[in-house]
């Protein structure tokens, strides 16, 4: 068996993060695009996890514990916003929420 | 043995994610992403951070993936399937630009040279760091004010859902 090198998981982590941009940049519902971005920020969290067992630094992991808190907070507000959008629009397509164009 | 289950996680993830953002409907991506954060929590332990990996089960596949069921749920999406129409130019180009960007990435990689990374068995010390005990030290003892600014963060995202998703009197 190979053995597991810090850049497997800094690969792992940049393909997942791709993954995610794909994700906001292909689809139109406005669900999923939060959720991509639920996806980007967690393979940010890996890589601080990754180095900081790689350097046996502890502020890697206390920044994931931030990182946390400010995804939660994203997504709290974020759902209440879609919320709102869906009570005066009907819709989650991306594609129909131009009210602030002109 | 570690690196087996380095392959299953990898495995496993990918195939969710990948499915977190290609299905139609927004409940079986929020499955598969909860599947998601369940590997990324057995990656955290396998980096010997189990209060993190234990800080994503709960607060990640428990109450975010639960807002956001919710938020599905409470929104009548009867007419959900229509969402998605044709894909449109941008769209096709968000496909390229993410293949490039992978692409990118994977060229930066393959130069970069295999740095050993230790299995965290073989090193107490290094199990040791990801507890609870060390990660709550350094919490309230070198990183107390950004503590305290997270604190107002979300107080701050509470005080803001609550007005946003509040019924306006008309």
Known sequence: MMEITLSHYLLLSAVIFTIGVVGVLTRRNILIIMMSVELMLNSANLTLIAFSHYLQNIDGMIFVFFTMTVAAAEVGVGLAIVMTIFRNKETLDVANLNILRN | ?170
């Open chain 2, 1 to 170: 043995m570690q690196s087996f289950m380095f392959i299953l996680l990898t495995i496993v993830t990918l195939f969710s994610a990948l499915m977190v953002v290609t299905r139609k409907n927004p409940v079986a991506s929020i499955l598969y992403l909860v599947l998601v954060f369940f590997c990324f929590a057995g990656f955290y332990v396998m980096l010997g951070a189990q209060f993190l990996a234990a800080i994503q089960i709960i607060v990640y596949a428990g109450a975010i993936m639960v807002l956001f069921l919710f938020v599905v749920m409470l929104l009548n999406l009867r007419d959900m399937d229509n969402v998605e129409g044709k894909p449109n130019a941008w769209q096709n180009l968000g496909i390229f630009a993410g293949i490039g960007m992978g692409l990118v990435i994977l060229a930066y990689l393959s130069g970069s040279p295999g740095m050993s990374i230790a299995p965290v068995g073989n090193n107490p010390e290094v199990y040791a760091m990801g507890s609870a005990k060390y990660l709550g030290k350094a919490l309230f003892m070198d990183f107390v004010l950004p503590f305290e600014i997270a604190g107002v963060l979300l107080l701050a995202a509470v005080v803001g859902a609550v007005a946003l998703a509040k019924k306006k009197r008309a």
